[in-house]
């Protein structure tokens, strides 16, 4: 072949493998072009899970925090309701104990005052009107043992001054008329003294 055939070939080889070669770097450039993008693509999709992943664990921290501070709240609210509540109690309770403690010492006082007119009354030799407080004491205070003795000695020293019939009988009636008025038989009560005073008019404590 001619020189010049030969060069113009050589030429169009060369120009075709250049050719072939841009070609396959421009191949290769859109391939490393896509695998980078796909790289990006998954990468940007891992970020977005990671941050939506963290996003969730916040919000249910954040709930978490939020239920804790709701069920702390609740239990301070018992805790206090609690308190107060035995905080009521307790000054109800001390109010009660003052009113008893109150009620007890007005008894006391009571109880050693008609002791006192009783045992008065006893040393004035006035034994029917001392039996009578004597009686009243224990109303106030049923299982106290010194009225009660004290009771029992009038009536002793009672039988032991009734020597006569006239005696014995006005004191029937008088302890018949003192049995009545404790129940609170008034008008039964009354008409022993009267019959009492049938005996001895001048009878003080029938009158009275």
Avoid at 103 to 117: K, Q, S
Avoid at 130 to 137: F, G
Wanted: aromatic share 6%; hydrophobic share 40%.
């Amino acid at each position: 072949l001619p020189s010049d055939r030969l060069a113009k070939l050589e030429a169009e080889r060369l120009a075709a493998e250049e050719k072939a070669r841009r070609q396959a770097e421009e191949k290769a450039r859109l391939e490393a072009e896509r695998l980078a993008q796909e790289l990006a693509a998954r990468e940007a999709a891992e970020a977005e899970k990671a941050r939506i992943e963290a996003e969730k664990a916040r919000i249910e921290a954040e709930k978490a925090r939020i239920e804790t501070e709701r069920l702390a709240k609740l239990e301070a609210e018992r805790l206090a309701a609690e308190a107060e509540k035995a905080r009521i109690a307790a000054e109800k309770e001390a109010e009660a104990a003052a009113r008893t403690k109150a009620v007890t010492n007005e008894t006391d006082a009571l109880y050693n005052g008609i002791i006192a007119t009783a045992d008065q009354t006893f040393e004035g030799k006035e034994y029917n009107v001392s039996r009578a407080w004597y009686y009243k004491a224990l109303e106030i205070k049923a299982n106290e043992p010194y009225p009660t003795g004290r009771i029992a000695e009038i009536n002793g020293i009672l039988g032991s001054l009734q020597l006569s019939q006239r005696d014995r009988e006005f004191q029937e009636y008088i302890d018949k008329g003192d049995e009545a008025f404790r129940a609170g038989q008034l008008a039964v009560a009354r008409g022993w003294y009267n019959r009492a005073l049938t005996i001895k008019a001048d009878g003080q404590y029938a009158n009275d």
